[in-house]
């Protein structure tokens, strides 16, 4: 079955840099590409960005353009995302999110389980 | 980038009652728009996709309509576990986005 792990929660200073992982199997990684979405507490989904799983190419939102990478290692199924510069605006749920058609046009269908980030001094 | 926009915020309704979300797109987006269900602590789960198109095993009680600009989804005859956020997303233009979401509450 699908599944997406994500990994555990980090607690960053400002002015840090965060990496969060999501594990995937169950399906052919390269096939799907993985959206990364955030929800602030109290907040609603917003989209950050989304890699193509196959060949790396990357589009992400306007406002995290210069401040987040997302990357793939195809060996161990894994995707990855950092931000960098990281403020207490950036406290958040972060979330992977798999594609549901190998297509370019998929909404997502499965979910990682959230990564908890929180940044404070 | 798209803008989507949600109405109302909140919506009260009976269990057995009938409700209408509402999603509006700042730009024809075709049929590339999807619904999506969180309750509190949960990630989001897909029930609608290319606008009316359910998720695998979701009830029929759950319907999509619209085209380009203006979508909805209704939900008729409300369960208990059918209170919670609601939010539309287009896939149709990078980036992606999402509107900011509907709160259907017990009345």
């Known amino acids: 079955q699908v599944q997406l792990v994500q990994s555990g929660a980090e607690v960053k200073k400002p002015g840090a840099s965060v990496k969060v992982f999501c594990k995937a199997s169950g399906y052919n990684f390269a096939s799907y590409g993985i959206s990364w979405v955030r929800q602030a507490p109290g907040q609603g989904l917003e989209w950050m960005g989304w890699v193509n799983t196959y060949n790396g190419n990357t589009y992400s939102a306007e406002s995290f353009q210069d401040r987040i990478s997302m990357t793939i290692e195809t060996a161990t199924t894994t995707a990855y995302m950092e931000v960098r510069s990281l403020t207490s605006d950036d406290t958040a749920m972060y979330y992977c999110?798999?594609?549901?058609?190998?297509?370019?046009?998929?909404?997502?269908?499965?979910w990682g389980q959230g990564t908890p980030v929180t940044v404070s001094s | 980038e798209i803008i989507l926009t949600q109405s109302p915020a909140t919506l009260s309704a009976s269990p057995g009652g009938r409700v209408t979300l509402s999603c509006r797109a700042s730009q024809s987006i075709g049929d590339n728009l999807a619904w999506y269900q969180q309750r509190p602590g949960q990630p989001p789960r897909l029930l609608m996709f290319?606008?009316?198109t359910r998720a695998t095993g979701l009830p029929g009680r759950f319907s999509g309509g619209g085209s380009g600009t203006q979508f909805t989804l209704t939900i008729s005859s409300l369960q208990s576990e059918d209170f919670a956020f609601y939010y539309c997303h287009q896939y149709n233009k990078w980036p992606r986005t999402f509107g900011g979401g509907t709160k259907v509450e017990i009345e």
């Open positions: 290319g606008v009316s």
């Open positions: 999110a798999r594609d549901k058609m190998a297509i370019s046009w998929s909404p997502v269908d499965y």
